[in-house]
């Protein structure tokens, strides 16, 4: 693989309980590139995305071995707030708080100790800029983020992600709520976002995969073992000349 | 069976109507006689020389209302919080039925707390004429009765803010703490609010854990001391603890003007439920801001 990496993933291994969601991923992902998860339900995608930013934390019973390291340091071993601020998540369904348009996006500089009013405004016009959102919102910053559209509310989250700037952007089917005009503008903007930031994909939509990833992962669960990293290459090679007859099934659409 | 089900619906509320409709009769000699202005306005509660007035009570009640809501609302949206977002379910699982248990204690048996407990604990305050018995035990035991309502009301709001926020807020590098503050008590407000308001009007209706520990004085309470709190050392009466100490021997205009109280303390409450309800349905989330 060229490039530099931005997250290490070595011989990662994730247990709810007695169950292994995840057995033994060792994968790196590159730097302004956009990495996608494929794969069928239940396959442990959604899992290895919410281990890259620890929300996986939530879950009490759980327990990792092996390591994820990002810029060197272990994931699992520093502070999960200075994590999360290096890297932000945007979720399958729009997430927007029950707070004006303004207040959403200056929700993480505010809670990282921002208290500059021209500041503030200066961060979230400009993380409203990069998300493609701006014309559409700049004479209602103050009105409530529930009035946007189900796109323009996703596009509000990313917006809401990239004001804590971070380093790497994990999505979570980030389109899959949404109809196919808004899902064109989410991925023209990942396109677009790739050159300042490294991002995550977990998708469902095979096309969707091919149209934006530069490198693809495909997981899968079989009968002895669940959360199997199968294949992880460059995504044209992958969907052109994939090395595993499982996934050039899976991507045929003959079985998932 | 769908009629005798009809009649089962309303006969509830034909019931609510003839109580409302009972009371008020006889209340009607008391609001002609005396009149509307003079029971509410007048300081003197003075059946044996015809003087019918229930400022005195209504103070009471609202001031041990008052005392009640800043002593228990505190405790019970910190124990809400606790148990929506803090408590490992297995202490959830035991604390939450401690709570709801309080809901199914008499009042008399709080009355008896309160006089055996509280009250001769707040008598340990020097300050002259102080008895224990007043607005400030009444207000702790009336807490404690209030705790219950308001706890499983604003634990069920603040559970029901969806795990969305909670994870957009954590991934945002959000602590738990930031996240309860900032997102998940805004989100339930209008939840916490009714509850708050529904707390209240329990607390109104309250009487015969009222009657004993708040000395049933009728007089304005006073602070007597130059600390303005210590008008919570004044004994009190209520509106409710008017009707019931009492209606046994009242007769004529002194029973309706018994039962005018009883009107009064109706609407208030009427009134207050009815925000909460009012609050519940159209506080939802979409209209914050």
Redesign the interface.
């Known amino acids: 693989m060229t490039g530099k990496t931005v997250m290490k993933t070595s011989n990662f291994s994730l247990f709810y309980g007695s169950f292994k969601a995840l057995h033994s991923i060792t994968m790196d992902i590159p730097v302004n590139r956009i990495t996608a998860i494929i794969g069928p339900s239940g396959c442990g995608k959604s899992s290895l995305l919410r281990s890259f930013?620890r929300?996986n934390d939530?879950i009490?019973s759980m327990r990792t071995e092996g390591s994820i390291l990002i810029d060197g340091k272990n994931v699992y071993s520093q502070d999960v707030?200075?994590?999360?601020?290096k890297v932000?998540?945007v979720?399958q369904?729009p997430?927007?708080?029950?707070?004006?348009i303004f207040d959403n996006v200056a929700?993480?500089p505010r809670?990282?100790g921002i208290r500059d009013k021209y500041k503030l405004a200066a961060i979230v016009e400009q993380s409203i800029r990069d998300a493609a959102l701006w014309d559409e919102v700049k004479d209602d910053l103050g009105?409530?983020a529930?009035t946007l559209s189900g796109g323009q509310q996703q596009r509000l989250?990313i917006a809401?992600?990239l004001a804590?700037e971070p380093e790497v952007i994990l999505m979570d089917e980030p389109a899959s709520a949404l109809d196919p005009v808004a899902t064109l503008k989410i991925e023209e903007l990942m396109e677009k976002l790739k050159s300042k930031y490294t991002i995550v994909v977990v998708t469902h939509n095979m096309q969707q995969a091919a149209r934006v990833s530069d490198y693809t992962a495909f997981l899968l669960t079989d009968s002895e073992r669940s959360g199997n990293l199968i294949e992880f290459g460059p995504t044209t090679e992958m969907f052109t000349n994939p090395s595993d007859t499982r996934t050039e099934d899976y991507i045929c659409g003959r079985f998932g | 069976m769908k009629y005798s089900l009809l009649f089962a619906a309303l006969a509830s509320i034909l019931i609510v109507m003839m109580i409302g409709i009972f009371t008020f009769r006889e209340a009607l000699p008391a609001f002609r006689d005396i009149g509307v202005k003079n029971l509410l306005t007048e300081s003197a509660w003075r059946p044996g020389e015809g003087q019918y007035g229930i400022l005195a009570m209504i103070a009471g009640s609202g001031l041990v209302t008052l005392g009640a809501i800043v002593l228990g609302v505190p405790l019970a949206l910190g124990c809400a919080i606790f148990l929506s977002e803090i408590a490992h379910p297995n202490l959830r699982a035991f604390v939450k039925p401690c709570v709801e248990l309080l809901a199914g204690i008499p009042s008399v048996v709080y009355g008896l707390f309160g006089m055996v407990i509280i009250v001769p604990v707040v008598r340990g305050i020097d300050i002259p004429g102080n008895t224990g018995f007043g607005l400030f035990s009444a207000s702790i035991v009336l807490a404690v009765m209030i705790l219950p309502t308001i706890t499983s009301v604003a634990e069920h709001a603040i559970r029901s803010v969806p795990k969305e926020f909670r994870e957009g807020s954590l991934a945002l590098g959000a602590t738990k703490w930031e996240t309860i503050q900032k997102v998940i008590i805004p989100g339930a407000r209008s939840g916490i609010i009714s509850a708050i308001v529904l707390g209240l009007g329990r607390a109104l209706g309250e009487t015969i854990a009222m009657i004993m520990v708040i000395g049933n004085s009728v007089i304005i309470p006073a602070a007597s001391t130059d600390n303005p709190l210590s008008i919570f050392l004044s004994r009190a009466r209520t509106l409710t603890g008017n009707i019931a100490v009492e209606i046994n021997y009242a007769t004529g205009l002194h029973e309706s003007a018994l039962f005018a109280t009883g009107v009064i303390l109706f609407v208030l409450i009427i009134v207050v439920n009815s925000s909460a309800k009012y609050l519940m349905s159209h506080g939802s989330l979409e209209k914050i801001r």
Do not use: D, Q, T
Request: hydrophobic fraction near 35%; proline fraction near 7%.
């Open positions: 930013n929300m939530l009490s707030v200075e994590l999360r601020k932000g998540m979720f369904r997430n927007p708080f029950p707070k004006s929700y993480g809670i990282h009105k409530s529930f989250c809401r992600a804590v």
